[in-house]
C-alpha cells in the first residue's frame, strides 16, 4: 500500500499550507537534493500542513521527486498549467487544467507551422534528442516530454518572426514564455493560479480560512509569491528577487538550507502569536 497518497482531510491545528518552487528553492541547485530542508519538511508532516509543489517540472517528473520526498500532498505542474489533487481513495490523482491543454497546444503549433513558422518542440522530438539538448537523463528526457499543459521549443526561424509567432499564439490566447534555451508556449496560466486553487480546495476541505505559505526564488515566482499571505524568498544563484510584500522574509542562505531555516523560523513565530492571542 502506497502510504504516501494519503490527502490530508484533518485539519491541521493551524489552518496553514505551504506552497513551494522546486529548483534553486525546496531543491538545491547543483545537486537537486533537498536534504538540507529535511527538518522543515518534517515538521510540517507532524503538523499535518501540506506541501504543495508548485513548479515548472511536468506530471511525471513531480511524481518521482513527491516519491522520492514521501510527500502526499497535491503538487501543480508546469507553471499552473495543471494540478494534481490525490484521490480519497488513495489511487490516482483528479486533474484539472487551468487554461489550455496539451493537445490544444499542439493543434494550435501545428496550424501555425503550416502558416509557415520554423520551430521544434519536444512533442517533434525523441527523448534521446531532448535529453541532448537539456542534458536530462534519456529517462528523465521521456518524463519531460509527456506534458500537461505548455510545449517547450527551438526557435529555429528569424526574431521578426518570432514576434509575428508571439502575436499569433496571443490569438489563441497562448502566451510563449522565454526563458534560456527553450521558449515555452502556454495559457495565460501562472504559478499564482495553482496557489489559489489549492488554497480554495483547502478551505473547502477544512472548511476554514486557509493562510498560504509561499517560497520562491526566480521570477516565474513573483506571482505566486504576491498572491500568498506569507512570501519566503530563498536567494538566487545571481541575484536575489526584489518582491514588496508586507509578510515577506528572506532567507539568509540559497536552496534547501535558506528554505529550512526560514520556514521553521515563521513557523515558530506564527505558532508563538497564536499562543499568546
Ligand atoms: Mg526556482
Not at 507553471?79 to 493543434?107: D, M, T
Request: proline fraction near 5%; charge should be negative.
Amino acid at each position: 500500500m502506497n502510504t504516501a497518497a494519503h490527502p490530508n482531510t484533518t485539519p491541521p491545528q493551524h489552518p496553514l499550507i505551504v506552497v513551494t518552487d522546486l529548483d534553486g528553492c525546496l531543491l538545491d541547485h547543483h545537486s537537486y537534493s533537498a536534504q538540507a530542508a529535511e527538518k522543515a519538511l518534517k515538521t510540517l508532516k507532524s503538523l499535518n500542513i501540506p506541501c504543495v509543489f508548485n513548479s515548472s517540472k511536468t506530471y511525471g517528473e513531480m511524481l518521482a521527486l513527491r516519491e522520492k520526498l514521501n510527500n502526499p500532498d497535491p503538487f501543480v505542474c508546469e507553471n499552473g498549467g495543471a494540478i494534481f489533487i490525490p484521490k480519497s481513495n488513495g489511487h490516482g490523482y483528479n486533474s484539472e487544467i487551468l487554461h489550455s491543454s496539451y493537445l490544444a497546444i499542439l493543434k494550435v503549433l501545428h496550424s501555425l507551422r503550416q502558416q509557415g513558422f520554423q520551430f521544434r518542440g519536444f512533442n517533434d522530438m525523441t527523448a534521446t534528442e531532448v535529453a541532448a539538448l537539456t542534458g536530462l537523463s534519456v529517462e528523465d528526457a521521456h518524463l519531460a516530454k509527456q506534458r500537461s499543459a505548455s510545449e517547450p521549443l527551438l526557435w529555429t526561424g528569424s526574431d521578426e518572426q518570432l514576434t509575428d509567432f508571439r502575436r499569433a499564439l496571443a490569438m489563441h490566447n497562448l502566451r510563449l514564455l522565454s526563458g534560456g534555451r527553450f521558449h515555452h508556449v502556454m495559457g495565460p496560466n501562472d504559478k499564482a493560479h495553482g496557489l489559489e486553487f489549492c488554497r480554495h480546495h483547502y478551505q473547502t476541505l477544512w472548511q476554514q480560512p486557509v493562510r498560504v505559505i509561499a517560497l520562491g526564488d526566480g521570477e516565474n515566482d513573483r506571482a505566486m509569491l504576491s498572491a500568498a499571505d506569507f512570501a519566503i524568498v530563498i536567494p538566487g544563484i545571481k541575484s536575489t528577487l526584489d518582491l514588496q510584500h508586507p509578510q515577506l522574509r528572506i532567507a539568509s542562505k540559497a536552496g534547501p538550507a535558506g528554505w529550512n531555516e526560514t520556514l521553521l523560523s515563521l513557523l515558530d513565530d506564527l505558532f508563538k502569536e497564536a499562543h499568546s492571542g
